[in-house]
C-alpha cells in the first residue's frame, strides 16, 4: 500500500574530521602538492609562483568550519594565501583570503570563513614568500 501523505525528510551533510581531511592526497601545481595533507609537517609542499595551488577532493560533500596550518622556518612570513572551497553546485568560493605564511609552528585554528559546505578544499598562493612558499601541513574540519 503506497502512504498517500509521506513525511518530509531533511538529509544534511556530515562534518569534515581531519581524518577525512587527509583521506585523499592533495594534487595540483605546486611543488610535491602531496605533502599539504600527509599529517607530516616536515613535509613540505612549495610554492613560488602566484596561483600556485594545492587542492584537496574531500571523501563527500561535508560541512567545513575552520582550517589551520603550519609553516617552514625558511618562510620570510610575509606572503599570503587563500583557502577556497567547491561547493555543492560545483562552484569555487573564496573561503578565508589574505592567510599569511608562517614560519615552523601551527597559525592557530581559524573559523573567520563560517560554515560552508565543501566537495574540495583549495589552497592558493596569493603573494610570493621572498623566503620560501613552504607550507608543512594544512588541517581542515568542522
Known amino acids: 500500500m503506497a502512504i498517500s501523505n509521506p513525511p518530509k525528510v531533511i538529509i544534511g551533510y556530515g562534518r569534515l574530521t581531519e581524518e577525512g581531511f587527509r ?14 595533507n600527509d599529517n607530516a609537517v616536515g613535509d613540505v609542499a612549495s610554492f613560488s609562483v602566484v596561483d600556485q595551488y594545492a587542492e584537496i577532493i574531500l571523501p563527500a560533500c561535508v560541512e567545513i568550519t575552520q582550517f589551520d596550518h603550519y609553516g617552514n622556518a625558511a618562510n620570510g612570513v610575509n606572503g599570503r594565501f587563500t583557502i577556497s572551497y567547491l561547493g555543492a553546485d560545483d562552484t569555487w568560493y573564496d573561503w578565508v583570503t589574505d ?3 608562517v614560519a615552523a609552528a601551527w597559525q592557530s585554528w581559524n573559523s573567520t570563513g563560517g560554515k560552508v559546505t565543501a566537495k574540495a578544499i583549495r589552497w592558493t598562493m596569493t603573494t610570493v614568500d621572498p ?6 601541513e594544512i588541517r581542515v574540519k568542522y
Open 131 to 136: 623566503g620560501q612558499g613552504h607550507v608543512g
Open 99 to 101: 592567510i599569511p605564511t
Open 23 to 36: 583521506f585523499t592526497p592533495a594534487t595540483g601545481t605546486c611543488n610535491l602538492p602531496a605533502n599539504i
